[in-house]
């Protein structure tokens, strides 16, 4: 019998709160400068999916930083000293932040600088530039080929089936059905001028679903050029499981 995907499902938070070293070499840019570059960053996971980069005070340019008077508290790590990063001409206000007073029971992390990701105009892992976010090491992405039929629809009326569907696993979120465009009903997808960007997967382009008098916005979404190792979701559609005006079925063999 077909299965019904659970829209409620809302992945671990295992990681929150680990600090380790990353190995990796990362730099920051921001006015044409280079703001910080390590052999030996840490890694913060104060979020899971985009945990953030710790730099050694050494590896940062001290002089750009400048403490603002506000300071915040994190419940793991105590007081957090904000900075205003200047280089030049550009200001970006609070976009660095020092752990200056660590709790007990958790790691000293005060000799280390972060940065606020979108304040910065590039980011570097080795000689890679990596575009929304920071990678999770943790989170992996699995790419499989299934028979399984999956269809697509929305108000009784079906936008998709395929027996060909690739299917993405990503730790901690719904499987994503990427179904080949020769399977799904073209008439009902209206391109439109959204773009979201995954450092795991690229950047997306996305269709609104228009079916009769109803419009899903945003509902349809494709990746043009997909990262290194993804290559095979080119000329494939995924649609959004969590959706309450799409409905997503899978044969369950």
């Known amino acids: ?85 200047t280089i030049g001409d550009r200001n970006a206000d609070g976009a660095a932040l020092t752990y200056d007073e660590p709790r ?64 993405l696993f990503e730790t901690g979120l719904l499987p994503r059905y990427y179904i080949p465009i020769d399977d799904v009903n073209a008439d009902y997808l209206r391109p439109v001028a959204t773009h979201t960007v995954c450092p795991y997967k690229g950047t997306a382009s996305y269709y609104d679903i228009a079916v009769g008098e109803q419009t899903v916005a945003d509902g349809a979404w494709y990746y043009p050029t997909p990262v290194r190792g993804l290559e095979t979701l080119m000329g494939k559609i995924a649609f959004y499981n969590e959706h309450n005006d799409i409905t997503i079925t899978v044969a369950d063999r």
Do not use: C
Not at 1 to 8: S, T, V, W, Y
């Open 104 to 167: 007990e029971g958790y790691d000293d992390i005060s000799g280390l600088v972060g940065f606020d990701w979108n304040a910065m105009d590039q980011w570097f892992v080795e000689d890679e530039e990596v575009f929304g976010h920071s990678r999770n090491p943790y989170l992996r992405t699995d790419i499989r080929d299934s028979s399984r039929r999956v269809q697509v629809e929305i108000n009784g009326v079906t936008v998709a089936d395929t027996a060909n569907a690739t299917i």
């Open 1 to 85: 019998m077909p299965i019904e995907m659970d829209k409620r499902y809302n992945g671990h938070k295992r990681l929150l709160g680990l600090v380790e070293p990353t190995y990796k070499r990362v730099r920051v840019m921001f006015n044409g400068e280079t703001i910080a570059d390590t052999p030996a960053a840490y890694m913060l996971y104060d979020h899971i999916y985009s945990p953030r980069y710790l730099f050694p005070k050494e590896h940062v340019n001290m002089g750009a930083l400048k403490a603002r008077a506000n300071t915040t508290h994190n419940r793991m790590y105590g007081v957090i000293i904000h900075y205003d990063v």
